[in-house]
């Protein structure tokens, strides 16, 4: 596996590939790798002969007073774990690499970026969406492979995708979990023990809350209110909990088949999301 820095050099290694008639998948990430980001890039090497795998912490998704300098840098354990599962190249830019002092252009998805995270995190979504289209940009990937845990990106970047046209084919992955039902994260990293247990209630709520809809409940607000209610008493600070229709993350009626729960939640200091997805 190679390792480059600059946006010349990767470009360079990729249009050799493409000479060859290879095609890309692309794998964006923050790194901090755990199982949840092998797991993406498996299910890329199971789709194309070549996979770009990117470590960038982004600073323009971290708002002011967020973790963007404590944010977890483990480059020489993410790069074994990148070797072991077969990546082909990582892409590792510096700031400056990555953002020109002079920049002025910002992708913003109007209202989708403001629900749910969106209220609770001003601008993360811009700087999501302005990152993951400059990738795209540098990588110009056949197919780009993201998470689901994180739902309500994915649905930005769908519809960034879409609005704008790009050449890529998304791939969304499942969530993977630790065996208690905590979905990996890297920021699951600042939990202590007792606080990672405690975090699988999280999963807990929803999978209660998704029952109880499946069972007809139709008063969605008093489910919510009822998970709300087990995470507050279980130490969460609840930022929200909120039963969605899948395409539109707008507030679910009784009526909509394809349904989300979306949960953000702080345990101590470290904020946390999950959510849980399903057909009626
Ligand atoms: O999901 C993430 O790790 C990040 O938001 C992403 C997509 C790599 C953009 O910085």
Redesign the pocket.
């Known amino acids: 596996m190679q390792t480059v820095n600059t946006i010349a050099e990767l470009r360079a290694v990729l249009a050799s590939w493409r000479r060859a008639g290879d095609r890309i998948a692309f794998v964006?990430?923050?790194g901090n790798l755990h199982e949840g980001h092998i797991s993406l890039v498996d299910a890329a090497r199971q789709r194309t002969e070549r996979v770009v795998v990117s470590i960038?912490v982004?600073p323009t998704?971290f708002g002011v007073g967020e973790d963007f300098e404590t944010y977890p840098r483990t480059e020489a354990e993410d790069r074994e774990k990148l070797l072991a599962a077969g990546a082909d190249l990582l892409f590792l830019p510096a700031v400056r690499e990555m953002y020109d002092p002079a920049a002025k252009t910002v992708v913003s998805v109007a209202g989708l970026s403001d629900l749910h995270c969106g209220a609770f995190r001003p601008g993360h979504f811009n700087g999501?969406a302005t990152?993951?289209a400059k990738l795209f940009n540098i990588v110009q990937p056949d197919k780009a492979l993201?998470g689901l845990k994180?739902y309500q990106?994915f649905v930005i970047i769908r519809t960034m995708v879409r609005d704008l046209n790009m050449q890529v084919e998304l791939v969304p992955v499942e969530t993977v979990r630790e065996v208690n039902g905590l979905a990996m994260s890297s920021r699951n990293g600042y939990l202590s023990s007792a606080e990672k247990e405690n975090a699988a209630k999280l999963y807990r709520a929803l999978c209660e809350a998704r029952d109880a809809v499946l069972s007809g409940d139709a008063d969605y607000g008093d489910i919510e209110r009822q998970a709300q209610v087990f995470l507050s008493a279980a130490g969460f600070k609840v930022d929200y909990f909120s039963i969605c229709r899948s395409t539109d993350l707008v507030a679910a009626m009784p009526e909509d088949r394809g349904v989300v729960i979306l949960v953000a939640a702080r345990l101590g200091k470290t904020r946390l999301i999950d959510n849980i997805c399903f057909s009626k």
């Open positions: 964006p990430t923050m960038f982004n998704q999501v990152v993951v993201f994180d990106q």
